[in-house]
């Protein structure tokens, strides 16, 4: 019911106050009054021959109405501007006509209130208008037209109103394009944004890691031969970040869960970590495991940097991931662009992202995307 009064209160405000009519193009707007100044002329001028010097004075102010109108009425103009200058217009184009000129004069006041002014208002001055002149033919001799001719008027104006609403639908339509474009670039860098923080912190974390393991094998030359292999995994690393960050702008990159095990698997064992993790990952759900191997990445990687940890264990349920180590935790409330991603990631599949974190009492992940047909529980 309340959602009914308030569309109700949208559709009355829309009929009597146009707040979202798009803009007309700039260069429409620019080049009306040449294009205005030739249509009226061709009907002003015949008229003007007689040389009243009124006739002609109103004749000159209500072209300049009609060729400026888009300024004040097509534009986002409030309406106490652009109802007084309607009524202006309106009001000399029925001087000219009590100055003996034909019922199609007031054709360039009526069409400019029918194509600008909200519904509402079109239909009262345009109404009052186009009936005063069947009144005005009735008791003004001088005035040149008759029925019919009121009624082409009317046609006429109705005409040009719809075009006018067709017109609006338009502007608002290229609009809604153009914000919507801008959304989607916006999406796309957050997008590239999130799987790049993904892929590039965690993958030059391992190869920091790596690294100085290999260098402190190096000085000490307790082991040679481990130093190379690590140097060479550092390598492969490198080359595997590489294509990853490709395979990312290109949107073709998916994540396994099984291949994010052995990562985190050989990063704890460089960083001399103690990691008790899953041997496989059967009891995952298949259209799971690539937003787990996210959360797992972003969790190894934040042992790595942040938590001094020793040990950290991971657990997987068909629904569900754990993952917790003995660090040092961090300030409650404080997550980083890791954290928010991972969120927005499970969000997308309908899940949540738990996050268990007291300094001195390590840091836990809990994400968990629950399922119609079955929620498991640890």
């Known amino acids: 019911m309340g959602s009914s009064t308030v569309a109700d209160a949208d559709d009355r405000a829309h009929w009597w106050d146009e707040h979202a009519a798009g803009r007309p193009r700039p260069t429409f707007v620019l080049r009306w009054p040449f294009f205005g100044a030739v249509f009226y002329l061709v009907t002003a001028v015949p008229v003007g021959r007689h040389l009243d010097p009124l006739l002609v004075l109103l004749l000159a102010a209500y072209g300049l109405c009609y060729v400026t109108f888009p300024f004040f009425l097509l534009s986002h103009r409030r309406m106490r501007v652009r109802l007084p200058f309607a009524l202006v217009m309106l009001v000399l184009g029925w001087a000219v006509l009590l100055q003996g000129t034909s019922v199609y004069m007031l ?43 009121i009624g082409t008027v009317v046609g006429i104006t109705t005409a040009m109103f719809f075009m006018g609403r067709l017109a609006q639908t338009v502007r608002r339509l290229r609009r809604a394009n153009e914000e919507i474009a801008a959304l989607a670039v916006s999406a796309e860098r957050e997008r590239l944004a999130r799987d790049l923080h993904d892929i590039l912190g965690h993958s030059l974390t391992t190869i920091a ?137 499970l969000a997308e599949l309908g899940g949540t992202l738990q996050v268990r974190a007291r300094p001195g009492e390590g840091f836990g992940l809990r994400a968990e995307v629950p399922v119609r047909d079955q929620v498991e529980a640890p």
């Not at 194509?115 to 005005?136: K, N, R």
């Not at 492969?236 to 052995?262: F, H, K």
């Open 107 to 149: 054709l360039y006041a009526t069409i400019a209130i029918a194509m600008s002014l909200p519904p509402g208002w079109v239909l009262v001055l345009d109404g009052i208008a186009t009936s005063g002149c069947g009144v005005l033919l009735l008791v003004h001799n001088d005035v040149h037209g008759n029925a019919s001719d």
């Open 209 to 345: 890691v790596k690294a100085g393991l290999a260098r402190r094998l190096i000085e000490t030359a307790a082991d040679p031969e481990r130093a190379i292999a690590e140097i060479r995994e550092v390598e492969g690393l490198a080359r595997s970040a590489l294509t990853d960050v490709r395979a990312t702008v290109s949107e073709y990159r998916e994540v396994s869960l099984s291949a994010e095990l052995a990562g985190a698997r050989a990063a704890l064992r460089a960083a001399e970590v103690d990691a008790d993790l899953p041997s496989a990952v059967d009891n995952v759900r298949p259209e799971l495991q690539s937003a787990f191997g996210y959360v797992l990445r972003e969790a190894v990687t934040n042992v790595l940097r942040h938590s001094g940890a020793s040990r950290v264990k991971v657990r997987l349920g068909r629904t569900w991931m754990e993952i917790s180590d003995n660090g040092r935790g961090t300030e409650p409330g404080r997550a980083g662009n890791g954290l928010r991603g991972l969120r927005e990631r």
